[in-house]
């Protein structure tokens, strides 16, 4: 058959070698653009593509893969929706000459379904995908219909609707869980997926048992990817709500409450731990669980245990300063002294002052407490702050008068001994009344640079006057997840702004750390803040004075609960409050987005396409806050910001707020946008104010003027009489906007009919991101810095998982001048005395004797392995569990012992509960009931089960 339109060129090169040439061909144009050359690549393809179809034809299936690629490489050169047009093409020939249901077919499915969201249409990306799974639903491929699933979810995400992609990547994890076992890959990633969306969606929109259920759902796939301090504070906020909703001792609120002490204790955050503890114990109480009962008394010696690892000294040393230390003893491993000191504002070590590496100098040995004094003084002097003295020792004992120095000044005492030249073993001390307590060492991950090299303390000292990512304009990038695209971005650590007047600034609202104070209003100042995770806020304050009046107090209560209860896509909601204290505030997520004043002072009249889709998106915001018995009261362009995927409008109920704390004035909102009724100083207002609001601000967006005049009294006189001037507006337009501008209230229209006369479909979610201007677009970027003066340094995220590991690894580096990088070594139960071997009996000793000495040292282990992580204690354990084996027997009750630990403590995994229980069951038939070991096991089992854990 001939193609028609088309003149295949004669070769005599015999198909094969022609073929093997185009492929030959396509590797080098695929090596092009793998390079970072798109452009260039899609340029070859395009030449292959042309000698192809002129000897092999359109049809032919090598020719259909160069088009492929070539589709693919047009789109990442930057021309996506040319990447469409090529894929449409494709698709449809593919489908005529392979069939639909071929491999190749669907994958150009699937890309053009890709490129679609690439070109900025994620709800047509969401559309196709979804059709797609469903199909191989239908055909039950799990592990395809999954993989669309995840897509789905992703581009979901892409489009901001994070509601939607968080339930998607629930139904992939589960679907997952169910159909293809808890270890396949697909499994994994949508956790990893869940655990994404969760971390960017506030807390605070939820309500009832639903949002419990999603936000537990949430928490538990935060834990799952490790993130303990987050999933933590979601198990609080749950607990919280399920008081409200269902009583303080509910089993909602202890199963929480277990869950949250559970986060605290994997995240080595005692002191959080004894605190949840206490409240699991209060909660048990309500119940009727008392003091005396076993589950509660063995709570109770869990918190007390947790107190005491709480109230326990911590030293943080920075990881080169710790090989700094270590190199320093390993010169003078019987002679070296220094001193550990931190920067000013730093939590952990940071630089070691040397005071003597001499090996054959002990003239220190003999110095007064004064003169170490001296030594300390210089240290400060040199702007560091001193942390704790260190001392090279042989068997990792301070001396008396090492200890006496350390007592009188009030420092700890750092023991350093050289155990081999590879690693030294470092063990540290505090002193009251003469008497030394051993203290926690935690070695802390070293800050990295731009180019993620490790960095010294002098090279963090000179980059300090420049902060990274400073303009010539005298502004401060900010993290590029924080531009204002979709929703809420996460960025990262930043320290507060060193300004005057800082000592009037408050250090923190709740988790949020004040970093600036950025304004004040008639009823209170305006903060910007961070969270633990990086999340910037903007935090709302009302005044003192209006706080001891308990009216305004109760009011400003009222309107925050209110607005916690909003949520939508075009909202920015109040994700925290606390309405009791003090100074009572609310927290909204601070979005780097220009408002539509700013767009319009900078782009003049905009077009009427794009305040079609603002407008129909300020009106989906109103229904929302609508919905929750909010009226806004000062819709205007200042309030709404503008990101590139929609409007957000900020500032509900602040105007019954400013009401409130000013009740001498009767009108409330802006002049220039308010309703009649306003104008008339009701009392009382509907949402159809918000409406006449909303009609004159899309007048003066697609107008470029005020529809009712220049001046204050032209415009009171316009709004009065309902006379705007919309002269220069399309028809069709003009009529929704007079639909809102009507004088009588009851005759506007509600703000979801304004969305759909303006964007059919928009109450059901279907509205494009607005179609911006190029000025518009850079406008947006531009808002992606911050002013200077907030001075974002980052810092390192760091979670540390050592525990009581005192051995330090020293690496030999190849010439004295070269950096020095440290690690850890593994740390295993404490070894055995010299002459045996773990795993076998020494040749004399009897079974007591062997059961005895293992014992001793399980005993001595488990005294030292305070605040060992879980996953670390457990492998001790299983370790002493080989060798009991081993050396023992199976039935041995030390064996048994061991046993039922070790499964204890693996009841955080999925199935440990079950596990555990079995094993328990299993060493009873030896122990019997009686034996402290089953007793405390049942008792902590039970209390495990009746929290739903495991």
């Not at 409240?279 to 309500?286: Q, T």
């Not at 400060?380 to 008396?400: I, K, N, S, V, W």
């Not at 000044?409 to 307590?437: H, T």
Request: with cysteine.
């Amino acid at each position: 058959m001939r193609w028609p339109g088309r003149r295949r060129e004669t070769t005599t090169v015999p198909r094969e070698q022609f073929v093997a040439a185009l492929r030959e061909g396509r590797g080098a144009a695929e090596a092009i653009g793998r390079q970072g050359d798109a452009e260039l690549a899609a340029e070859r393809y395009a030449e292959l593509v042309a000698r192809a179809e002129s000897v092999l034809g359109p049809r032919d299936t090598d020719t259909l893969a160069l088009r492929h690629q070539l589709a693919h490489w047009t789109g990442e050169s930057g021309r996506a929706e040319a990447a469409v047009q090529l894929f449409v093409r494709l698709l449809t020939d593919r489908e005529l000459i392979q069939g639909p249901r071929h491999p190749d077919t669907e994958l150009a499915r699937h890309q053009l379904a890709h490129w679609h969201g690439r070109s900025g249409r994620p709800e047509e990306a969401v559309r196709r995908y979804e059709a797609m799974r469903r199909s191989a639903e239908r055909e039950n491929r799990t592990e395809k219909a999954l993989t669309l699933l995840c897509e789905v979810g992703y581009w979901q995400q892409k489009s901001g609707d994070n509601a939607a992609a968080l339930r998607a990547f629930s139904q992939m994890l589960q679907t997952a869980q169910q159909e293809l076992g808890p270890g396949h890959q697909l499994v994994h990633i949508a956790r990893q997926r869940y655990a994404e969306v969760a971390g960017v969606l506030p807390f605070g929109n939820e309500g009832g048992h639903e949002g419990l259920r999603d936000l537990l759902a949430t928490a538990a796939a935060v834990e799952a990817a490790g993130d303990f301090p987050r999933a933590g504070r979601m198990y609080g906020e749950i607990a919280a709500r399920s008081e409200e909703l269902y009583g303080a001792g509910s089993s909602q609120v202890l199963s929480a409450r277990v869950a949250q002490a559970k986060a605290a204790v994997a995240a080595e955050d005692h002191a959080t731990a004894v605190d949840c503890f206490g409240r699991v114990l209060a909660c048990m109480e309500l119940q009727g669980q008392l003091p005396g009962s076993p589950a509660y008394d063995a709570l109770s010696r869990q918190r007390d245990e947790l107190a005491r690892m709480a109230a326990r000294t911590v030293l943080r040393v920075a990881e080169r300063t710790a090989t700094l230390l270590g190199e320093t003893v390993q010169a003078a491993p019987e002679t070296a002294c220094a001193v550990l000191a931190r920067e000013p504002g730093a939590s952990h070590a940071t630089c070691l002052a040397v005071v003597n590496d001499a090996p054959d100098d002990t003239a220190w040995r003999a110095w007064t407490t004064e003169q170490w004094a001296a030594v300390l003084r210089d240290v400060t002097r040199q702007g560091y702050e001193a942390t704790a003295l260190c001392f090279a020792r042989g068997d990792l004992r301070p001396t008396p008068e090492e200890a006496s120095v350390c007592e009188r000044l009030g420092m700890p005492a750092v023991c350093v001994s050289r155990l081999s030249d590879e690693n030294v073993q470092i063990q540290a001390y505090v002193f009251a009344e003469g008497r030394p307590e051993t203290a926690r060492i935690v070695v802390m991950k070293d800050e990295q640079d731009e180019h993620g090299r490790k960095t010294a303390t002098g090279e963090r000292d000179a980059r300090k006057e420049t902060p990274a990512g400073a303009t010539g304009d005298g502004r401060i990038a900010v993290h590029p997840r924080a531009v204002a695209i979709g929703t809420w971005r996460e960025m990262e650590r930043a320290r507060p702004a060193a300004v005057a007047g800082g000592a009037d600034r408050p250090p923190a609202f709740g988790p949020y750390e004040v970093l600036e104070s950025v304004g004040e209003g008639g009823f209170g100042r305006v903060y910007l803040c961070q969270d633990p995770d990086g999340l910037m806020v903007a935090v709302k304050t009302l005044h003192a004075h209006l706080a001891a009046a308990p009216p305004i107090k109760r009011g400003f209560a009222h309107e925050v609960r209110a607005a916690q209860r909003v949520d939508g896509r075009f909202t920015v909601p109040v994700i925290a409050a606390d309405t009791d204290g003090p100074t009572p505030w609310m927290a909204v997520p601070y979005v780097a987005a220009p408002s539509l004043r700013e767009l319009v002072e900078r782009c003049g009249r905009l077009d009427v396409d794009l305040v079609r889709a603002l407008g129909a998106g300020i009106a989906v915001a109103l229904s929302a806050i609508h919905a929750e018995g909010i009226v806004h009261l000062d819709l205007k362009p200042a309030n709404v910001l503008l990101t590139e995927d929609g409007p957000r409008v900020i500032d509900f109920g602040i105007a019954q707020i400013e009401r409130l704390t000013e009740p001498r004035r009767g009108f409330v909102g802006t002049y220039a946008y308010a309703s009649p009724e306003q104008l008339r100083e009701q009392r009382t207002f509907t949402p159809a104010s918000d409406v006449f609001s909303l009609g004159t601000v899309l007048a003066r967006l697609a107008l470029g003027r005020s529809p009712w005049g220049q001046d204050t009294p032209s415009v009171v006189a316009g709004i009065r009489a309902g006379t705007p001037d919309l002269a220069g507006l399309p028809q069709d337009f003009a009529e929704v906007v007079r639909w809102c501008l009507r004088p009588e209230p009851d005759r506007r229209p509600t703000a979801g009919d304004v969305a759909e006369a303006l964007v059919p479909g928009a109450g059901e979610g279907r509205i494009d991101p607005p179609p911006l201007p190029e000025q518009a677009r850079a406008l947006v970027a531009e808002h992606a810095t911050v002013p200077a003066t907030r001075h974002y340094e980052t810092l390192a995220h760091t979670r540390v998982h050592a525990a009581d590991d005192t051995t330090w690894a020293v690496p030999q580096a190849s010439d004295a001048s070269d950096t020095v990088e440290a690690s850890a070594t593994a740390v295993t139960p404490p070894s055995r005395p010299s002459g045996t071997h773990a795993g076998a009996a020494a040749p004399t000793e009897t079974l007591d004797e062997a059961a005895d000495e293992l014992a001793a040292r399980v005993h001595r282990w488990e005294r030292e392995q305070e605040g060992m992580p879980m996953a670390q204690a457990r492998r001790g354990c299983g370790a002493f569990l080989d060798e009991a084996q081993a050396r023992l027997g199976a039935r041995h009750p030390l064996t048994l012992r061991l046993r039922v630990s070790h499964a204890m403590l693996g009841c955080d995994r999925p199935g440990g509960v079950s596990h555990a229980e079995q094993v328990v069951n299993d060493a009873t038939v030896h122990l019997g009931e009686g034996h402290p070991t089953v007793r405390d096991a049942r008792t902590l089992l039970a209390v495990l089960k009746s929290a739903g854990t495991g």
